[in-house]
């Protein structure tokens, strides 16, 4: 079954709403946030792992951290079916402070300015989901993966409960959405004959996804709709 006939587009309600919207009120023009969307099945299954450190040392805690990662990395490699990625480390670092001698105390007094270390690091295992794949045997694997993967001693793993489903091309779907929305265009005017005005805003937006179902994905583009009647002279009316 070709991607067109596989979760054919669900017509979102909010054009008819926004269009009874406009009928219900006396106004020349009114503007709304709408979206038109269709559903297709998922092409992954995404959980997030984390690795952190328990090292004393900014240095150690970054070394364990690296030596973690790449070894994640490698099993990957081997892993057939499932991807690796790394998350951004924009918050995988934290402050760290030089331990008194004579306890196991951290102090931040003094001459002892916190450091900054490479502690801990997230990664997206993705699952590919194969005609038939269920979403607790993707689930299955990235954490068979996961257990399989073995780590220092004071380097701590752990991999979230919750997962999340995707494609991996959303753009591609943005020639498909824009038919849809033209569509939407026409209907709208043809209520109207040639006394509807419609401006659109937001196209340019990236296509987004969110999961609607175990292995269902629905793909769409927000953007603003303005509609309005033309006035009688602008219009050609006599």
Do not use: W
């Not at 892993?79 to 102090?107: A, D, I, T």
């Not at 300015?113 to 694997?141: H, I, K, N, T, Y």
């Not at 939407?184 to 999961?211: I, M, Y």
């Amino acid at each position: 079954m070709t991607r067109s006939k596989i979760g054919m587009m669900k017509q979102s309600h909010s054009l008819f709403i926004f269009l009874f919207s406009f009928l219900g009120v006396e106004m020349n023009a009114v503007t709304s946030d709408v979206a038109v969307s269709m559903r297709v099945p998922a092409e992954y299954l995404v959980m997030t792992l984390t690795i952190e450190s328990s090292e004393k040392t900014v240095e150690k805690r970054e070394a364990a951290i690296l030596i973690g990662r790449q070894t994640i990395l490698d099993s990957a490699l081997s892993s057939e079916g499932l991807k690796v990625f790394e998350l951004p480390q924009g918050s995988q670092h934290r402050p760290y402070f030089k331990s008194s001698k004579l306890s196991s105390l951290s102090f931040a007094s003094g001459s002892d300015a916190p450091q900054s270390g490479l502690s801990r690091m997230s990664f997206e295992v993705r699952a590919d989901l194969g005609e038939g794949v269920v979403a607790l045997e993707a689930v299955r694997r990235v954490r068979g993966f996961v257990e399989a993967v073995k780590l220092s001693s004071k380097t701590r793993k752990s991999l979230a409960d919750a997962f999340d489903v995707r494609v991996g091309k959303p753009e591609s779907f943005r020639g498909e959405l824009l038919k849809r929305i033209a569509a939407d265009v026409s209907f709208l005017r043809k209520q109207f004959d040639r006394n509807a005005e419609v401006t659109l805003s937001g196209l340019e937006q990236p296509v987004r996804q969110r999961r609607v179902g175990p292995l269902e994905v629905e793909l769409f583009i927000p953007y603003t709709l303005t509609f309005g009647l033309k006035g009688e002279q602008e219009s050609g009316a006599p």
